[in-house]
């Protein structure tokens, strides 16, 4: 079986801390992508991730603006200090831009994710019930998670598709119980080598809170091109993890100008 690959987390542009591969440019992303075979891909900009998300976000709109298989998620701030939209200007640009997803480093930028700091920015993506992937850097599957933070967010926020990060082989614990209370949190496989571990989300809570994702270039993309070859699962829910969910996700985007 072939599956249609839709990558959910890719890099573009010259990271500050390229080791010679990152995606400097289109041409060199589009030939990974066909050498491994991933028809699509949903890419964040290296400058709006390392220096300026308001000026990288839009750069990086514009350079996959004619590029069918590539898709928008833009990096995103809390706005009070003029380096990211207010909430309404967001909305107005994420349906000009057709955004599908905003990723947010909330340790590499420093800033809480507490209502008082986030609220405004969390509320507009309720509203268009806008997929946040929330990556905390991790590393080493023995770096914690904020388990409690993404619990009250997912509560909070109903309307928003969580998408957790680099969820490591020694998360099962506190990951379970959440998918269980919080149906509107998913988790990308790009790191997550738990022994049968998709089997075991899959049989428990369905192939559906699962999105295939490289983390490409930063990491490499065999391992969970591998994992999802070769998983005990059916077609049906390779596909699903391959690309299917994450269409699903970015399908249920309510944009308004």
Same mark, same amino acid.
């Given at each position: 079986?072939?599956?249609?690959?839709?990558?959910?987390?890719?890099?573009?542009?010259?990271?500050?801390m390229?080791?010679?591969?990152?995606?400097?440019?289109?041409?060199?992303?589009?030939?990974?992508?066909?050498?491994?075979?991933?028809?699509? #891909?949903?890419?964040?900009?290296?400058? &709006?991730?390392?220096?300026? +998300? %308001?000026?990288? $976000?839009?750069?990086? *709109?514009?350079?996959?603006?004619?590029?069918?298989?590539?898709?928008?998620?833009?990096?995103?701030?809390?706005?009070?200090?003029?380096?990211?939209?207010?909430?309404?200007?967001?909305?107005?640009? #994420?349906?000009?831009?057709?955004?599908? &997803?905003?990723?947010?480093? +909330? %340790?590499?930028? $420093?800033?809480?994710? *507490?209502?008082?700091?986030?609220?405004?920015l969390?509320?507009?993506?309720?509203e268009?019930?806008?997929?946040?992937f929330?990556?905390?850097?991790?590393?080493?599957?023995?770096?914690?998670?904020?388990?409690?933070?993404?619990?009250?967010?997912?509560?909070?926020?109903?309307?928003?598709p969580?998408?957790?990060?680099?969820?490591?082989?020694?998360?099962?614990?506190?990951?379970?119980?959440?998918?269980?209370?919080?149906?509107?949190?998913?988790?990308?496989?790009?790191?997550?080598?738990?022994?049968?571990?998709?089997?075991?989300?899959?049989?428990?809570?369905?192939a559906?809170?699962?999105?295939?994702?490289?983390?490409?270039?930063?990491?490499?993309?065999?391992?969970?091109?591998?994992?999802?070859?070769?998983?005990?699962?059916?077609?049906?829910?390779?596909?699903?993890?391959?690309?299917?969910?994450?269409?699903?996700?970015?399908?249920?985007?309510?944009?308004?100008?």
């Amino acid at each position: 079986m072939e599956l249609q690959l839709f990558d959910a987390g890719v890099m573009l542009g010259r990271s500050k801390m390229d080791k010679g591969g990152s995606f400097d440019n289109l041409k060199d992303l589009r030939a990974v992508m066909e050498r491994l075979q991933i028809g699509r #891909a949903l890419v964040y900009g290296a400058l &709006a991730k390392d220096s300026c +998300p %308001r000026e990288g $976000n839009l750069l990086l *709109s514009e350079m996959i603006a004619d590029e069918p298989c590539l898709f928008p998620a833009w990096v995103g701030l809390p706005g009070h200090t003029g380096e990211f939209p207010d909430a309404g200007t967001l909305k107005k640009q #994420a349906a000009e831009n057709r955004v599908c &997803a905003l990723r947010l480093f +909330p %340790r590499q930028h $420093n800033y809480p994710t *507490s209502d008082w700091c986030c609220g405004e920015l969390f509320s507009a993506m309720n509203e268009m019930h806008m997929p946040v992937f929330l990556d905390y850097g991790v590393e080493h599957w023995s770096e914690p998670m904020p388990w409690d933070e993404i619990y009250r967010l997912c509560k909070t926020y109903p309307d928003i598709p969580f998408v957790l990060v680099r969820v490591g082989c020694g998360s099962n614990r506190p990951l379970f119980p959440l998918l269980e209370k919080c149906p509107n949190l998913h988790f990308e496989i790009s790191y997550f080598d738990a022994n049968r571990g998709l089997e075991a989300v899959a049989q428990r809570f369905g192939a559906c809170r699962m999105l295939f994702a490289t983390g490409m270039p930063t990491y490499n993309p065999a391992c969970p091109i591998a994992m999802l070859h070769f998983a005990d699962l059916s077609d049906a829910d390779k596909q699903k993890i391959a690309g299917e969910n994450l269409k699903m996700l970015i399908g249920g985007i309510r944009y308004a100008l």
